[in-house]
């Protein structure tokens, strides 16, 4: 059974880092790309950012390009989301998501791109 189980989010002032991380559990996940989505309240869920299986390719919103980092560890089943300058715009609930994926360098935005979603972690960013 595949889980993906996020965690780190929380209440933040703007300007302020968090870090999330995503483990993965029940699948290869050296063979699947991953992304990070948001969903904001009365708002439709949105793509943040995306890597590769292999972690050598990379893709974000404009709206985080050079506040947020996607990166991800396959030795410990994990990715992450480091959110720097954080804005209260950026407050959402934040998801990760799995596609499996065998075309190197393969990156997906689209929501319906992705076989396998967390539960979702609450970040609140305060003026």
């Known amino acids: 059974q595949v889980q993906l189980v996020e965690s780190g989010g929380g209440l933040v002032q703007a300007g302020g880092s968090l870090r999330l991380s995503c483990a993965a559990s029940?699948?290869?996940?050296?063979?699947?790309?991953m992304g990070w989505f948001r969903q904001a309240p009365g708002k439709e869920r949105e793509f943040v950012a995306a890597i590769s299986w292999s972690g050598g390719s990379t893709y974000y919103s404009e709206s985080v390009k050079g506040r947020f980092t996607i990166s991800r560890h396959n030795a410990k089943n994990t990715v992450y989301l480091q959110m720097n300058s954080l804005k209260p715009e950026d407050t959402a609930v934040y998801y990760c998501?799995?596609?499996?994926?065998?075309?190197?360098?393969?990156?997906?935005?689209?929501?319906?791109?992705?076989?396998?979603w967390g539960q979702g972690t609450q970040v609140t960013v305060s003026s």
């Open positions: 998501a799995a596609r499996i994926s065998t075309e190197f360098g393969s990156l997906y935005l689209s929501d319906n791109d992705y076989n396998y």
């Open positions: 029940g699948l290869t996940f050296s063979s699947y790309a």
